[in-house]
C-alpha cells in the first residue's frame, strides 16, 4: 500500500536512475513541497514515497526533472528543448489501496498510469 513512483528511459531502453523528482500536495492552484529525491539504479526511489499508514485522500503532483536526466546523460538537446520538466497532477481516492505512478520518457513523449 501507499504511493510509489518507477520511470524507465524509452530512448536508452533503462531505468532513469539519477534522475531527480518532487512530490507536492495540492490544493486548487496550491503546491506545497513534501521532498525532492533522486531515483535508484532502478529507476525508483529508495522507499514509499508515502507508505500505507500516511498516504491519504487527497491531490498530488509530482514533477521529474526529465531535461537534466537527458543533460547529465549526454544527450543533446535543442534549446529550448521539448520536454524541461514533466509533472503529473492526480488524485488519490482511496489511501487505503497503494497508488503506483510510473513514467515512461524520452526527449520527445512521455506517458503515464495508475500501475500496481
Known amino acids: 500500500?501507499?504511493?510509489?513512483?518507477?520511470?524507465?528511459?524509452?530512448?536508452?531502453?533503462g531505468p532513469a536512475a539519477?534522475?531527480?523528482?518532487?512530490?507536492?500536495t495540492t490544493e486548487g492552484d496550491a503546491a506545497t513541497l513534501v521532498r525532492r529525491f533522486t531515483l535508484n539504479a532502478d529507476g525508483r526511489s529508495d522507499g514509499p514515497l508515502y507508505d500505507n499508514s500516511?498516504?491519504?485522500a487527497g491531490t498530488y503532483r509530482l514533477v521529474f526533472d526529465v531535461a537534466g536526466y537527458f543533460?547529465?546523460?549526454?544527450?543533446?538537446l535543442p534549446e529550448p528543448n521539448f520536454l524541461n520538466k514533466v509533472s503529473l497532477d492526480f488524485g488519490v481516492a482511496h489511501a487505503d489501496q497503494h497508488y503506483h505512478v510510473p513514467l515512461l520518457v524520452s526527449p520527445w513523449s512521455y506517458s503515464t498510469y495508475r500501475g500496481s
Not at 539519477?18 to 507536492?24: P, Q, R, T
Not at 543533460?71 to 543533446?76: F, N, S
Open 18 to 24: 539519477g534522475m531527480e523528482v518532487a512530490l507536492f
Open 1 to 13: 500500500m501507499g504511493l510509489s513512483t518507477h520511470v524507465l528511459d524509452t530512448m536508452h531502453g
Open 71 to 76: 543533460k547529465a546523460r549526454g544527450v543533446a
Open 54 to 56: 500516511t498516504l491519504k
